[in-house]
């Protein structure tokens, strides 16, 4: 096949899986399909690059757009998701990292003072915080908690990936905090900041898209309570508990919790100041939580016990 009736049937390819995935109802269909196509193809660069196909290329695809029609996640039919500078290890059953979560770790640049030699990923879920500081943090270590068994063991295939031997991960339960298993995060502290994403999606809002509902653990979705911040409750908790004085938490939340976020860090205490961050669509998304100089208050206290 000459490299002009390869473009032939690549264009052929395209417009027809951008039809079949627009009529399933998939978000993107026409970036979606080219995605396939260079899965299929087994081509890491631009399709136009190509000059022949591999013998089951037809095949493939049919496999790949298939799935996607069923709404599965293209991460996961593809095995991997971008993350910043990195392109993470995705698996069934464990939150896919999200693009606005990426903000994070510029917010955690911007709003830190000091070293950043010890930094905690508390709800890792994949490791995508914990993987990006390692990445872009020369010198820096982390410690992730997450407390599903499939997610610690894929948040340990990144995390070494992106900064090999520089990154552990326990799995465990932030609001077990008499649990023997988080001797080791205790044994951390005073650390210099912490990144996290936990679940935090109030049990009334239930997500729309096929892809959230049907393949996103609803444990890595749900925080939880009537509000849904019973787990962030619990990071802001432990971040009061182990956050060296100006040490900060950047938490990611739905974007109707910012006033709750803060009344939580502000009950809990230990904070000096608190603040709101908003993602790149201007929507308020994450907590700011710097930690002041004074004795932790009760509320953090409780953690002790």
């Known amino acids: 096949m000459s490299a002009a009736d390869t473009r032939t049937r690549l264009r052929t390819a395209l417009s027809a899986t951008t039809q079949r995935l627009g009529r399933a109802g998939v978000p993107s269909p026409s970036v979606d399909a080219r995605a396939l196509l260079g899965a299929a193809a087994r081509c890491e660069g631009p399709l136009v690059m190509l000059d022949d196909l591999p013998?089951?290329?037809?095949?493939?695809?049919?496999?790949?757009?298939?799935?996607?029609?069923?709404?599965?996640?293209?991460?996961?039919?593809?095995g991997r998701a971008p993350f910043r500078r990195l392109m993470l290890a995705v698996r069934p059953g464990v939150f896919i990292p999200r693009p606005e979560t990426e903000l994070a770790i510029d917010l955690l640049r911007e709003h830190s003072e000091?070293?950043?030699?010890?930094?905690?990923?508390?709800?890792?879920?994949?490791?995508?915080l914990g993987a990006a500081v390692l990445d872009e943090i020369p010198g820096s270590r982390v410690l992730a908690v997450e407390i599903d068994a499939a997610a610690a063991a894929l948040a340990r295939e990144n995390l070494e990936s992106a900064g090999p031997c520089r990154g552990r991960v326990l799995q465990a339960d932030l609001g077990d905090s008499t649990s023997s298993s988080l001797a080791e995060l205790i044994a951390a502290a005073p650390v210099d900041a912490i990144v996290s994403n936990?679940?935090?999606?109030?049990?009334?809002?239930v997500p729309r898209d096929a892809e959230v509902l049907e393949h996103d653990p609803h444990r890595a979705l749900f925080g939880g309570g009537s509000d849904g911040l019973e787990v962030p409750r619990a990071?802001?908790?432990?971040?009061?508990?182990?956050?060296?004085?100006?040490?900060?938490?950047?938490?990611?939340?739905?974007?109707?919790?910012?006033p709750a976020a803060r009344d939580a860090a502000a009950q809990i205490g230990g904070?000096?100041?608190?603040?709101?961050?908003?993602?790149?669509?201007?929507?308020?998304r994450f907590l700011i939580a710097r930690r002041g100089d004074g004795d932790l208050n009760p509320g953090s206290e409780r953690l002790t016990q």
């Open 55 to 78: 013998d089951d290329f037809s095949a493939e695809l049919e496999r790949l757009t298939a799935r996607r029609e069923l709404r599965e996640p293209l991460q996961l039919i593809l």
């Open 235 to 258: 990071v802001i908790s432990w971040a009061s508990r182990l956050l060296r004085p100006g040490g900060v938490l950047i938490m990611e939340h739905a974007d109707v919790q910012g």
């Open 114 to 128: 000091g070293p950043l030699a010890t930094v905690l990923d508390l709800c890792a879920g994949s490791g995508a």
């Open 198 to 205: 936990p679940p935090y999606i109030p049990p009334e809002a």
């Open 271 to 284: 904070f000096d100041p608190l603040s709101t961050a908003p993602d790149l669509t201007g929507r308020d």
